[in-house]
């Protein structure tokens, strides 16, 4: 079989969008289904490495992140006081010509990648999704909310962390697990003298700063909770304000004090999940966050959801079968995946254990070591 005439793909988040893009580019006829009626991403930055720089290029977006983005070289770790604990260093791996590290706000990424699918000739359909999926062996049928339905040669779900694809083609698997951690997230006008990322790690915090524009940064806290919880829309500014008290660096302050309610402050308790292949049963397959949902302490969940739509979009073009080329597709994924979600959660049991920091920043070290290593 040649590369598939058409796809379904179900999600319309960093992975989804970038796979029907990169599916899209190949010649294939995508429709894309998401579920809000909006095709956006909710206000809050998201860092973004050099391999996920790497990925935006391939995907043929790299000149309008840089130029709606930030990007930049270095991070730098310090004491809650501004004492140096480490300086990471950011490979170029995008090109010599890119820095090997940066931020974005997440609908900023979200409108790029959006509007360059369709673009590229992806049909999008907001305020939808698939009801039903009927595998014959030589294509997928759906049925999506409206009662519409086509026919697919493939379906990708990229549904997310709480994916209704995969409960319906892997009911056993369990759900996600929480880390017993939340991450408090902000956006503030930029401070010179934050020009690149920069953490500072308490006794059961840690604060970093990322420029994601020209105009404006992102300020996210690691915070360990023992019990998963929401924490109420009137209480975000008061309690994320009294976290940062506990920094006595003026940067730090001075973050704390510009905070505001325009601050686009919220709260999520961090969830992992790694499910182990297959990631496909006949000619559905999940990708992204349905299989590999990680916590954000390798600043990598959206980079390793956009790697699997250019491989699954390379394996899908190769030629042979499609069942076949979703096997080859998780043979090359799953050991990346893995790390990245199972690294990032070992970061995370010892920041909240109190445990060796020598362990911490060799693990963080040899994790982006092999992030670095082409997909």
Not at 18 to 38: N, Q, T
Not at 204 to 219: F, I
Not at 249 to 276: M, Q
Not at 329 to 344: I, L, P, T, Y
Request: aromatic share 6%.
């Amino acid at each position: 079989m040649t590369t598939p005439e058409s796809a379904l793909v179900i999600g319309g988040g960093f992975s989804g969008t970038s796979a029907a893009l990169e599916l899209a580019k190949r010649g294939v006829r995508v429709d894309l289904v998401e579920i809000s009626a909006e095709w956006g991403s909710y206000g809050a930055g998201i860092s973004i490495g050099g391999p996920t720089l790497r990925a935006l290029r391939t995907l043929g977006v790299l000149d309008r992140y840089l130029a709606e983005g930030a990007a930049f070289d270095g991070t730098d770790v310090l004491t809650a006081e501004g004492r140096p604990l480490a300086a990471l260093p950011t490979p170029r791996v995008a090109g010599d010509d890119v820095p090997g590290n940066g931020a974005i706000m997440r609908p900023t990424l979200q409108r790029i990648l959006s509007e360059a699918a369709v673009a590229a000739g992806v049909r999008a359909h907001l305020g939808s999704t698939a009801t039903d999926l009927i595998d014959d062996g030589d294509g997928v049928t759906a049925v999506l909310t409206d009662g519409s339905r086509d026919r697919y040669d493939v379906v990708v779900a990229a549904d997310g962390l709480y994916s209704r694809t995969r409960r319906t083609l892997f009911p056993d698997i369990p759900g996600p697990r929480y880390s017993g951690q939340g991450v408090w997230r902000a956006v503030l006008p930029l401070d010179p003298a934050i020009d690149h990322t920069t953490l500072w790690v308490g006794d059961d915090l840690k604060v970093g700063l990322n420029p994601v524009s020209d105009r404006e940064m992102y300020l996210f806290v690691n915070e360990n909770i023992p019990v998963h919880r929401r924490v109420p829309d009137d209480e975000l500014l008061p309690r994320l304000g009294a976290l940062l008290e506990r920094f006595t660096d003026p940067r730090v302050r001075s973050a704390r004090d510009h905070l505001s309610g325009t601050s686009l402050i919220s709260f999520r308790p961090l969830e992992g999940l790694l499910v182990s292949t297959p990631w496909h049963a006949g000619r559905v397959v999940l990708i992204g966050d349905a299989v590999h949902a990680t916590t954000p302490h390798l600043a990598s969940g959206a980079g390793i959801g956009i790697e699997d739509a250019i491989v699954l979009a390379e394996e899908l073009s190769s030629g042979g079968e499609v069942e076949d080329a979703l096997a080859a597709f998780e043979r090359r994924r799953w050991d990346r995946c893995a790390m990245v979600v199972r690294n990032s959660g070992r970061l995370g049991e010892i920041e909240i254990t109190g445990g060796d920091r020598h362990e911490h920043a060799d693990l963080m070290d040899a994790s982006f070591t092999a992030l670095l290593q082409p997909i």
